[in-house]
C-alpha cells in the first residue's frame, strides 16, 4: 500500500455543512483551490494507494513524521510565487530540505502583471530559486502553470524540460483526456453564473452588471473567497474592495437580491454549473468548472497568470483592454470560440500524465488514457454534499432569526477556535524553544566536560612536558660531565704519547 500525502485542507469526500466551513478554513481562503486539488485525487486514486491530506500545513518540524508515515508528497500549487506567499515557500523549502521522500510539485505558477517585466527581477526572487533547488533534489522536474512561469524560471537560471515543464493547471484535466462544451443557447430567463473578485477590473465588473445581469435577470453571483461567504451566510463583516462597481456589502445588488451562491465541496459545484447555461466573469477556475462539465463560457483576462492558462488550455477569452472596446454580450460572443479549449486538451493531457510519469507518481491512466471513469466517482456517488447556502437576505422569519442565532453562536465558536489554535500554536513553539533550549543546554555542558578534559589532558601534557624538560637537562649535564672527561682523558693520553715520542728520539741518539 503507497500512502500519498497531498497539500489540501480537506478530501473530496469529507461532507462539510456550511457550519462546518464557517468555523475553520479547509479551503486555503479561496474555494477554487478545491477544483486543482479534486483533480489530483481523482487521478491519483485508486487500490494500493491511500491518499492523505496534510491540513495545508507547511510546518518544517513535520519531516520527520512525513519521512515515517508516506511514501511521497504531491504539492498542488496556484499562483506561489508571489510576495505574500514568501512565508510560505520559505517553509516548504524547510520542510522539503528535510524529507527523504520523493516531492512533487504539480501546476505552480508566478503572480504577476499581464506584461511582466521578468529581467527586472521580484523581490522573492531568491525564495523561488531555493524553493525550486528543494523540489529538484527530490523529483524529476517541476509542472508549471504556464509559459509566463516558464520564461521566469529560465530567467533565474533553470533549464526547461530539465528542471521544469509547463503542464498547466491540473484542474483542467479532473475528468480524463476530453472535453465537451455544449452549444450555446442563451434566452432571456437563462441561468448565467457570473464570477469576479475583489481585484477584478472595473471594465470588467461594469459588463457584467450592464451587459450580462441587467438583460438576463436569472443570474448567479459565485464568489470564492471565505471572508465573502462569511458575507452571504451572517451578513457581514463587509469585505474589502477598491472597485465601486463590486460588492462589499449585503445592501449591494447580488447579496440584496439573494443571487449568491458559495460552495464549499466540488460535487455540488459541479452539479450547480451543469445546470447553467453559460458562465462569464474574470476568476479562472469561476470558468474552468463550467468548463469540465460542458457549460460555454468566456474570461476576462487582466493579469499574468490567467493569461498563460487561459493561452495554454486555449480558453475562451478576451483581455480587459479589448473587452473595454465589446458593446454588447452579443458582439464579446461574436469574436470568441467558445469550443477552443477542446482543440488541445488530449495533448495537453498526455503531456501532464508523462509529468506524472516522470516523477514516478501512481495514477489510474496507466493502461487506459481515454479512460472517463474513476475508483473515486463511486465514492462521490454514495455521499451527499450539501447544496450552497442561501444567503442570509433571502432568508425571513423564523428561519432568519435561525440563521442569525447560528451565525452569532459559530462566531464565538470561530472565535474561540483561533484562540484555541493560537495557544496550541504558542504552546508548540514553547515546546519546541524550550527542546532546543535544553538541547542547546547539553551540548554546552558537553562542550564544558570536553572542555574539561582537554584541559585536563593539557595539565597532564605540561608535566609530562616539565619532567621530560627535566630528563633532559640531566642527560646535558652527564653529557657535559662525559665531555669533560674525556677532554681531560684525552689531553693526558696527548701528553703521555709525546712524551713517549721524546724519549724515543733522545734514546736514538
Keep these: 500500500m503507497k500512502k500519498i500525502l497531498i497539500r489540501s485542507g480537506m478530501r473530496p469526500t469529507d461532507v462539510f455543512t456550511a457550519e462546518d466551513m464557517y468555523l475553520r478554513d479547509r479551503t486555503g481562503f479561496n474555494n477554487g483551490n478545491l477544483a486543482y486539488q479534486y483533480s489530483i485525487y481523482r487521478t491519483l486514486f485508486q487500490e494500493g494507494t491511500e491518499l492523505v491530506p496534510d491540513g495545508l500545513s507547511s510546518d518544517p518540524n513535520r519531516a520527520a513524521r512525513y519521512n515515517e508515515e508516506y511514501d511521497a508528497y504531491i504539492i498542488p500549487l496556484a499562483d506561489a510565487f508571489r510576495e505574500d506567499f514568501r512565508p ?35 523581490p522573492f526572487d531568491e525564495d523561488v530559486k531555493a524553493f525550486v533547488t528543494a523540489v529538484l533534489e527530490k523529483s524529476a522536474k517541476l509542472g508549471l502553470r504556464g509559459q509566463i512561469t516558464a520564461d521566469y524560471l529560465k530567467q ?18 479532473t475528468f480524463g483526456s476530453r472535453l465537451e462544451i455544449r452549444d450555446l443557447n442563451l434566452q432571456k430567463d437563462s441561468l ?18 450592464q451587459e450580462v445581469i441587467s438583460k438576463h435577470p436569472n443570474y448567479y453571483f459565485i464568489p470564492q473567497h471565505l471572508d465573502e461567504f462569511h458575507l452571504m451566510f451572517a451578513g457581514g463583516p463587509d469585505i474589502a474592495s477598491d472597485r465601486p462597481s463590486y460588492p462589499v456589502s449585503i445592501l449591494d445588488r447580488y447579496y440584496n437580491e439573494g443571487r449568491v451562491k458559495y460552495f ?18 474574470p476568476r479562472l477556475h469561476g470558468n474552468v468548472i463550467p468548463t469540465l462539465v460542458g457549460t460555454p463560457n468566456i474570461s476576462f483576462v487582466q493579469d499574468a497568470r490567467m493569461r498563460e492558462l487561459a493561452a495554454y488550455h486555449r480558453l475562451p477569452h478576451v483581455t480587459t483592454e479589448e473587452l473595454a472596446n465589446i458593446q454588447t454580450l452579443d458582439e464579446l460572443l461574436s469574436q470568441v470560440d467558445l469550443k477552443s479549449a477542446e482543440t488541445v486538451q488530449k495533448q495537453n493531457f498526455d503531456r501532464f500524465v508523462d509529468f506524472l510519469d516522470a516523477n514516478e ?28 447556502a442561501d444567503p442570509i437576505t433571502a432568508l425571513t422569519g423564523e428561519i432568519l432569526y435561525k440563521r442569525i442565532q447560528t451565525a452569532s453562536q459559530l462566531l464565538k465558536e470561530r472565535h474561540q477556535v483561533k484562540v484555541d489554535y493560537e495557544n496550541h500554536r504558542r504552546d508548540y513553539q514553547i515546546k519546541q524553544l524550550t527542546a532546543q533550549l535544553n538541547q542547546t543546554k547539553n551540548h554546552l555542558t558537553n ?52 712524551d713517549s715520542l721524546a724519549k724515543l728520539r733522545g734514546s736514538n741518539k
Design 88 to 122: 510560505q515557500l520559505r517553509n516548504y523549502t524547510a520542510l522539503i530540505k528535510r524529507l527523504k521522500i520523493p516531492v512533487i510539485v504539480t501546476g505552480v505558477g508566478l503572480r504577476a502583471d499581464y506584461e511582466p517585466k521578468l529581467e527586472q527581477g521580484f
Design 192 to 209: 448565467i453564473a457570473i464570477n469576479a473578485s475583489p481585484v477584478s477590473s472595473e471594465t470588467a465588473l461594469q459588463f457584467l452588471n
Design 264 to 281: 464549499t465541496s466540488m460535487p455540488s459545484w459541479y452539479d450547480f454549473m451543469r445546470q447553467a447555461a453559460f458562465s462569464i466573469g
Design 361 to 388: 507518481v501512481p495514477h489510474i491512466y496507466t493502461e487506459d488514457r481515454d479512460r472517463k471513469e474513476a475508483p473515486l466517482d463511486a465514492e462521490i456517488e454514495a455521499l451527499t454534499f450539501p447544496k450552497s
Design 447 to 498: 562542550e564544558q566536560k570536553a572542555k574539561q578534559n582537554l584541559e585536563s589532558k593539557l595539565s597532564e601534557s605540561e608535566q609530562k612536558l616539565m619532567q621530560a624538560n627535566a630528563r633532559l637537562q640531566k642527560q646535558q649535564a652527564e653529557i657535559k660531565h662525559y665531555q669533560g672527561t674525556l677532554n681531560r682523558k684525552a689531553v693526558r693520553a696527548t701528553l703521555k704519547v709525546t
Design 156 to 173: 533565474l537560471g533553470f533549464k526547461e524540460q530539465v528542471d521544469y515543464e509547463v503542464i498547466g493547471c491540473p484542474s483542467l484535466y
